[in-house]
């Protein structure tokens, strides 16, 4: 899979995250997994996975929530794919959300992620 897409994903929860992974790969894309914001912030820092989109649950425990990790994935990379996912704050994704990302509200399907990254890289899987 080295010609595929790395993604990188912030869920607290493993099944969840199990299930994002899955789902990604799936559709042709490489996950690359952490549980908080703050090991997303170092990940994407490191620049050695190289993500080249963001795909973050909102609530995210203690922490830096989802809604910050993106608009400081933003100010160091302006217009990084992002793609939030939550099932209590969608109705915060117009106040806190970053221009042009996306929203999934939980519980979604497997081809609702997969379709979600190539629409913010207008590229197909």
Same mark, same amino acid.
């Not at 607290?12 to 490489?30: H, K, Y």
């Not at 109705?91 to 379709?115: R, T």
């Given at each position: 899979?080295?010609?595929?897409? #790395? ?6 929860? /493993? ?5 994002? +992974? !899955?789902? &990604? ?12 914001? +703050? ?6 820092? !490191?620049?050695?996975?190289?993500? #080249?989109?963001? &795909?973050? !649950?909102?609530? @995210? ?8 990790? /993106? #608009?400081?994935? #933003? ?16 109705? !915060? ?8 990302? &996306? ?5 979604? /399907?497997? /081809?609702? @992620? ?12």
């Amino acid at each position: 899979m080295s010609n595929a897409v #790395r993604v990188l994903i912030v869920e607290d929860e /493993a099944l969840i995250c199990s299930f994002i +992974e !899955d789902a &990604l790969s799936d559709g042709g894309f490489e996950a690359c997994s952490v549980h908080s914001g +703050e090991a997303a912030m170092s990940t994407f820092r !490191d620049g050695r996975k190289q993500c #080249r989109a963001l &795909l973050t !649950d909102v609530n @995210l425990g203690d922490g830096i929530s989802g809604w910050e990790l /993106a #608009r400081q994935i #933003r100010e160091i990379t302006p217009g990084f794919p992002v793609v939030y996912m939550t099932s209590a704050s969608a109705p !915060d994704w117009k106040s806190q959300g970053v221009d042009g990302s &996306l929203l999934i509200e939980k519980p979604f /399907a497997p /081809a609702q @992620l997969a379709a979600a990254v190539p629409q913010l890289l207008d590229t197909r899987a």
